[in-house]
């Protein structure tokens, strides 16, 4: 994993860890690899994967069952999923909207792209 200098790396270890669950690696209710495991996985300080860790905790999206290890909420993909269309909406959508004004385009330009990227998708194969 490749880390930037614009966030702590706690956090952009966390956004990876979403990523995992939003893309269906961990499961729901999955056991995930422990603060030592992580650690080596990413090449970072144990300490920084146990406050991402606790942090996802704190969130609902990790549970800790003492003495077995980290697993994933029973509900960690739905949090997730708020949380980042929570995000865009507030964070994201606005910034589109402004350059979409700058650059004059309007929504249903939007649509029209929208809709030729979703027939272009259906004639590419899917990896699975």
């Known amino acids: 994993m490749q880390f930037n200098t614009h966030s702590p790396i706690y956090m952009q270890i966390a956004e990876y860890i979403h990523d995992l669950i939003l893309s269906k690696v961990w499961e729901d209710g999955q056991r ?9 996985e990413l090449e970072v300080n144990p300490n ?7 942090l996802l905790q704190e ?3 990790l549970e800790n069952q003492r003495g077995i290890g980290y697993f994933t909420a029973k509900d960690a993909r739905t949090l ?3 949380k980042r269309r929570e995000h865009f909406i507030k964070r994201e959508l606005p910034a589109l909207f ?12 939007l649509q029209q792209y929208a809709e030729k990227k979703e027939k272009d998708d259906e004639i590419e194969p899917q990896e699975e």
């Open 48 to 54: 920084t994967v146990i406050r991402t860790y606790s």
């Open 80 to 82: 997730v999923l708020q």
């Open 32 to 40: 995930i690899p422990s603060v030592r495991d992580m650690a080596m």
């Open 59 to 61: 969130e609902g999206t």
């Open 98 to 109: 402004e350059t979409m004004n700058r650059l004059g385009l309007t929504m249903k330009d």
